[in-house]
């Protein structure tokens, strides 16, 4: 028997070249590069709206505690401005015992002690009265755990800028994002 001959073909390794796995590295990182900015303020707006959410949740209790108690509502003339000043400081373990009265009746089964962030909350009632102008307040400090001032102006802000305090007062969010502010002309 004679041997075969070859017919010219090569014999084809399997795997990648180097220059391939080059091209593929590079064009995952440059994916890489476009995506991780925008995961990250994925995760960042998640951590707002969580607070935004337990602060709504825990005001929404403590006005229903406080309407059953003192006959306030939430209803009536906003002021332009909002200031802490004149309300004292409440400890989150007693709003949790005046909002969780028993097993059978309670207006929240937790109070929040911390936001998404892991920055302490911050309770408030009025000192005076609660019947007065401005009866219980919560704030956040946002992102950068540093609160700016005990009054505030009314109003939202721009919804990526993560380091606004967030503020809910008697019923309504003083402090809120609101998606992009743009510069209004007045005639």
């Known amino acids: 028997m004679q041997p075969r001959a070859r017919c010219g073909r090569r014999r084809v390794a399997g795997g990648f070249t180097l220059i391939e796995l080059i091209i593929v590295v590079a064009?995952?990182?440059i994916i890489a590069g476009i995506l991780i900015p925008y995961l990250v303020d994925a995760l960042a707006k998640g951590k707002q709206k969580r607070t935004l959410g337990d602060m709504r949740n825990t005001g929404t209790c403590w006005m229903s505690w406080l309407t059953d108690q003192v006959g306030a509502g939430a209803a009536g003339a906003k002021a332009r401005t909002y200031s802490l000043a004149g309300m004292t400081e409440v400890d989150r373990d007693d709003l949790m015992n005046s909002l969780f009265i028993s097993q059978d009746f309670?207006?929240?089964q937790e109070v929040p002690g911390k936001d998404a962030w892991g920055y302490g909350f911050e309770y408030y009632q009025s000192s005076q009265t609660l019947l007065g102008a401005q009866?219980?307040?919560i704030r956040s400090t946002g992102r950068d755990g540093i609160f700016t001032d005990l009054t505030y102006q009314v109003g939202p802000f721009v919804s990526t800028n993560y380091e606004h305090d967030l503020v809910w007062a008697d019923g309504l969010f003083l402090r809120y994002p609101a998606g992009v502010i743009t510069a209004s002309t007045s005639p």
């Open 27 to 29: 064009v995952l990182g």
């Open 135 to 137: 009866a219980i307040a």
């Open 106 to 108: 309670f207006y929240c």
